[in-house]
């Protein structure tokens, strides 16, 4: 398993180019199975993740295509980069998702709504647990219920079927969802008649799907907002589609500039994704300059500590929870973290504990106290996405040495990220095979 090792405490200095958003490139690609029609993704992002989709989809009959861009290359398409993806489910040779291949990635339950619709049948293995909580499906499978699923779970696996086709509904969501939104938005535009989703997840990767489906001649009205209106169709067109910047890719940098005290600019991506993280992050004391072609982020004084608490969108994202976590404690003062999304997703704890931080959990909140800016490099373990990119923050900023173990959560979600932070003068390489 690869390990990434820093040598901390130079302050950043430079430019980052922002890939598309993984979590918008995901629901995406599961979309393809809707149509006979080929579908373009343009802005993909290139990660594990990415890969773990490809393979899904390829053993239900898609076909993909792919083009490379090298990064920071404009593509074809004006203010893109990253490779263009074309998939084609002409024909679907299997409505069963193995096992094998969601057990590696829960984004992969993505196709059960789009299965479900096109083919009348779906068979996916139940994602089961992960480190960051139980993460049931409960509310997808609720919700596709009412457009008149039928829902047997055993052995494992969900098995739906909707034989005479789905039927449209209103359908409520208890929670915000992000994943049953998307599964139930990409099923009800297929179905007959007229879809009212209450309490419907508002992230920005949730629009570029919506968005997405009405290019390929869905109908979906009031798409931003918490209802969505989907007046189902019979029929889909091909499509092409810019994946959106990263969000929590964004964020994360800008925190790698802030926690080191430097200067990054911040290329291909939009402040209006990360507003929450901007507001706290200028609260704290860090400066950010939206620019024409770029967000420059910078942090020459002392840093204070500021709550946040997270939330669905627009609130302060759990994805950028445990990379708050690190700047905090580099700040002057006390932080309280409140994780109001995930009930077990304090695991980077631990590790920040490793550094010097000092952090306790009273359940669901950290309470960070400040130790303005004395990190000390240590061996730590990255145990899931968000927490292993906190871990690499903190080296960044700590003084001396940190081997970052079990990186291959990162390569999920951060496209060349040692190449992009080594480019701002960290020290940073990755050691094959450690
Ligand atoms: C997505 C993101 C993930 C992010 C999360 C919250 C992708 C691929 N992943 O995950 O990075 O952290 O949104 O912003 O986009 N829940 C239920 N029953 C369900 C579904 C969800 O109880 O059927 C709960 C979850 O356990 C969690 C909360 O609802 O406590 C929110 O989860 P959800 O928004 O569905 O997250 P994901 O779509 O899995």
């Known amino acids: 398993m690869d390990a990434i090792r820093i040598q901390g405490g130079v302050p950043l200095a430079g430019d980052i180019t922002i890939g598309g958003a993984k979590n918008a490139a995901l629901p995406l690609m599961a979309?393809?199975?809707?149509?006979?029609?080929?579908?373009?993704?343009?802005?993909?992002?290139?990660?594990?993740?990415?890969?773990?989709?490809?393979?899904?989809?390829?053993?239900?009959?898609?076909?993909?295509?792919?083009?490379?861009?090298?990064?920071?290359?404009?593509?074809?398409?004006?203010?893109?980069?990253?490779?263009?993806?074309?998939?084609?489910?002409?024909?679907?040779?299997?409505?069963?998702?193995?096992?094998?291949?969601?057990?590696?990635?829960?984004?992969?339950?993505l196709v059960l709504g789009p299965l479900?619709?096109?083919?009348?049948?779906?068979?996916?293995?139940l994602p089961g647990g992960c480190a960051i909580g139980t993460r049931p499906v409960d509310l997808h499978l609720k919700a596709l219920e009412a457009l008149g699923a039928k829902i047997e779970v055993k052995e494992g696996y969900i098995h739906a079927t909707a034989a005479g086709g789905?039927?449209?509904?209103?359908?409520?969501?208890?929670?915000?969802?992000?994943?049953?939104?998307?599964?139930?938005?990409?099923?009800?535009?297929l179905a007959s008649g007229e879809t009212i989703l209450e309490n419907a997840a508002r992230e920005p990767e949730i629009g570029n799907l919506a968005e997405c489906l009405n290019a390929m001649g869905a109908d979906i009205t009031g798409i931003g907002s918490g209802t969505l209106t989907i007046r189902g169709v019979k029929t889909l067109r091909?499509?092409?589609?810019?994946?959106?910047?990263?969000?929590?890719?964004?964020?994360?940098?800008?925190?790698?500039?802030?926690?080191?005290?430097?200067?990054?600019?911040?290329?291909?991506?939009?402040?209006?994704?990360?507003?929450?993280?901007?507001?706290?992050?200028?609260?704290?004391?860090?400066?950010?300059?939206?620019?024409?072609?770029g967000i420059v982020v910078s942090a020459e004084k002392e840093l204070v500590g500021v709550d946040v608490a997270t939330e669905p969108f627009p609130g302060f994202p759990t994805d950028m929870q445990a990379q708050w976590m690190a700047l905090m404690a580099t700040a002057n003062g006390a932080a309280m973290i409140t994780e109001t999304i995930f009930e077990n997703r304090f695991m980077h704890v631990p590790e920040l504990?490793?550094?010097?931080?000092?952090?306790?959990?009273?359940?669901?909140?950290?309470?960070?106290?400040?130790?303005?800016?004395?990190?000390?490099?240590?061996?730590?373990?990255?145990?899931?996405?968000?927490?292993?990119?906190s871990l690499i923050l903190a080296g960044l900023a700590a003084?001396?040495?940190?081997?970052?173990?079990?990186?291959?959560?990162?390569?999920?979600?951060?496209?060349?990220?040692?190449?992009?932070?080594?480019?701002?003068?960290?020290?940073?390489?990755?050691?094959?095979?450690?």
């Open 31 to 109: 979309a393809c199975l809707l149509s006979d029609q080929p579908l373009t993704l343009v802005n993909m992002p290139e990660l594990a993740d990415i890969a773990t989709m490809g393979n899904l989809l390829r053993q239900h009959g898609v076909t993909i295509g792919q083009a490379a861009f090298g990064a920071g290359r404009a593509s074809p398409d004006a203010g893109a980069t990253g490779r263009t993806m074309t998939l084609s489910a002409d024909t679907i040779t299997s409505v069963t998702a193995p096992y094998d291949l969601v057990r590696r990635m829960r984004a992969s339950v």
């Open 116 to 125: 479900l619709a096109r083919m009348g049948e779906a068979k996916v293995s």
């Open 166 to 189: 789905l039927k449209g509904a209103k359908v409520t969501f208890p929670k915000v969802t992000v994943g049953g939104t998307e599964n139930l938005l990409m099923a009800a535009i």
């Open 238 to 293: 091909a499509a092409r589609v810019a994946v959106i910047p990263d969000r929590i890719e964004t964020g994360t940098y800008a925190i790698a500039a802030a926690i080191t005290r430097g200067r990054i600019k911040l290329l291909g991506t939009n402040y209006e994704l990360l507003d929450s993280v901007f507001a706290a992050m200028r609260q704290a004391g860090v400066t950010i300059e939206s620019q024409d072609d």
């Open 353 to 389: 504990t490793r550094f010097g931080a000092d952090v306790n959990v009273h359940g669901a909140s950290a309470i960070v106290r400040g130790r303005g800016g004395k990190l000390s490099g240590a061996p730590v373990m990255a145990t899931d996405l968000r927490a292993s990119s």
């Open 399 to 434: 003084s001396g040495e940190t081997l970052v173990n079990r990186v291959y959560h990162l390569d999920r979600g951060y496209e060349r990220l040692e190449e992009k932070l080594g480019a701002c003068g960290a020290r940073i390489e990755r050691i094959s095979g450690a």
